[in-house]
């Protein structure tokens, strides 16, 4: 099983530019979520979605886009990176149900110049 | 809002030794869920143990066994027979007991870096 699958592993941008960090599932998960992780902090939540179609804001929503056209894929997009979105991003996927666990990713390293 | 502390930046341990990483938590809710995560350098977030406020009795997964104590708001991991395997950044997490998108989102603490000494 491919479980929670993100690309890049690793990214450097410069100030400015735009991005997309991919997310894709293939265990038919109705929940993804977006996470970042800064030095000395635990993960925050960026943005969510219960379902195709579906998102909603997270704890710190502000400078990211999200969409969810299908089940499978949950992008996340800057679109005019700053050095403050300089981060490990971590995408999750969850079975709907409360007692259902979280999956992760492995990580998105991403560094603005 | 819910926040989670864990108030060991570091911690070290002997192999073979036994380790306990605490954490606290504050909530207004009475069911929800609590669990620790492992990160290695690798990465990964990697799910070590989970307990559900409504039971009472402590959850064990192997060598790694949690102390929960639900009127002290207090979730400790302990690590026996330590293994340099276990050295990792350890996260402690809460999470709502209800069903529906927004209650799903994790809430973590900001993590306790074990090394475990050879």
């Known amino acids: 099983n491919a479980g929670v699958t993100q690309t890049p592993k690793f990214q450097v941008l410069k100030t400015g530019q735009s991005m997309t960090l991919q997310c894709a599932q293939d265990?038919?998960?109705?929940?993804m979520s977006w996470y970042r992780q800064d030095p000395g902090m635990g993960l925050r939540l960026i943005h969510y979605s219960v379902g195709a179609g579906i998102t909603d804001q997270g704890e710190v929503p502000n400078g990211y886009n999200v969409s969810r056209s299908t089940t499978e894929d949950f992008p996340l997009r800057l679109l005019s990176a700053a050095p403050s979105q300089t981060s490990v991003y971590f995408c999750?996927?969850?079975?709907?149900?409360?007692?259902?666990?979280?999956?992760f990713g492995d990580g998105t390293r991403l560094s603005i110049l | 809002a819910q926040t989670v502390t864990q108030s060991q930046p570091e911690m070290s341990v002997q192999e073979a030794e036994t380790v306990t990483l605490s954490c606290t938590y504050d909530?207004?809710?009475?069911?929800?869920?609590l669990f620790w995560y492992k990160q290695p350098p690798s990465r990964q977030m990697i799910l070590v143990i989970r307990q559900e406020a409504y039971k009472q009795q402590n959850a064990t997964e192997n060598r790694f066994s949690v102390n929960f104590q639900k009127a002290a708001k207090s979730f400790s991991l302990k690590i026996s027979d330590s293994q340099l395997g276990d050295a990792a950044m350890y996260f402690c997490?809460?999470?709502?007991?209800?069903?529906?998108?927004?209650?799903?989102?994790?809430?973590f603490g900001k993590g306790t870096l074990l090394t475990v000494n050879p």
């Open positions: 999750a996927s969850k079975k709907g149900g409360s007692n259902q666990p979280q999956h």
């Open positions: 265990m038919n998960h109705e929940y």
């Open positions: 997490a809460y999470r709502r007991a209800l069903s529906g998108g927004s209650n799903y989102k994790l809430t």
């Open positions: 909530t207004s809710e009475s069911d929800y869920y």
